[in-house]
T-cell receptor
Framework: KAGVTQTPRYLIKTRGQQVTLSCSPI?????VSWYQQTPGQGLQFLFE???????NKGNFPGRFSGRQFSNSRSEMNVSTLELGDSALYLC????????????FGQGTRLTVV | DQQVKQNSPSLSVQEGRISILNCDYT??????FLWYKKYPAEGPTFLIS?????DKNEDGRFTVFLNKSAKHLSLHIVPSQPGDSAVYFC???????????FGTGTLLAVQP
């Protein structure tokens, strides 16, 4: 069974640009969550989707948005990139909506210059 | 407000001995706890989890203990192997959500 797939693995963008990251969950998993990892803030929750609905949102500015498609694949978008958005962005998929393991992808390393 | 804390940034253990990683939390509403292992620039790898209705869960070399009254959980790795060297994160969730609150991580180094 394939794991969580995130694309692309690496990205370099310029300040002010926007970026879209993609995540394909494990087959059969309908819950997808996104996290940001930075050296200063650690692993921080961005959003959670289940059956195309956002169920939870972390404490990030409105420049960060996401969506989930009917096949459970998810995308997150960051507009008007800032240097501080440089981070490892991680996607996790889960089978249920609570009290269950979350399996992570390899992440997308975003560098904003 | 750090709701999940790992107070030891690093731990060094000899191969074959026990590794004990600790995690404290402040929110008594957390009802599910997980441990992950992580290498730099990779996603976390799930190790083991425990529900708040239990106080112990085992999976091979990994055992997680939960002390609800002390709001404390620990991960025991026995025996430790050099391949266990990585950063270990504990995480917690509450209620009908998969939102995870992560600790700051502990770097485990297992010396051959």
């Amino acid at each position: 069974k394939a794991g969580v797939t995130q694309t692309p693995r690496y990205l370099i963008k310029t300040r002010g640009q926007q970026v879209t990251l993609s995540c394909s969950p494990i087959s059969g998993h309908r819950s997808v969550s996104w996290y940001q990892q930075t050296p200063g803030q650690g692993l921080q929750f961005l959003f959670e989707y289940f059956s195309e609905t956002q169920r939870n949102k972390g404490n990030f500015p409105g420049r960060f948005s996401g969506r989930q498609f009917s096949n459970s694949r998810s995308e997150m978008n960051v507009s008007t990139l800032e240097l501080g958005d440089s981070a490892l962005y991680l996607c996790a998929s889960s089978y249920r909506t609570q009290n269950t393991e979350a399996f992570f992808g390899q992440g997308t390393r975003l560098t904003v210059v | 407000d750090q709701q999940v804390k790992q107070n030891s940034p690093s731990l060094s253990v000899q191969e074959g001995r026990i590794s004990i990683l600790n995690c404290d939390y402040t929110n008594s509403m957390f009802d599910y706890f997980l441990w992950y292992k992580k290498y730099p620039a990779e996603g976390p790898t799930f190790l083991i989890s425990i529900s708040s209705i239990k106080d112990k869960n085992e999976d091979g070399r990994f055992t997680v203990f939960l002390n609800k009254s002390a709001k404390h959980l620990s991960l025991h790795i026995v025996p430790s192997q050099p391949g266990d060297s990585a950063v270990y994160f504990c995480a917690a969730s509450r209620g009908a959500t998969n939102k995870l609150i992560f600790g700051t991580g502990t770097l485990l180094a297992v010396q051959p």
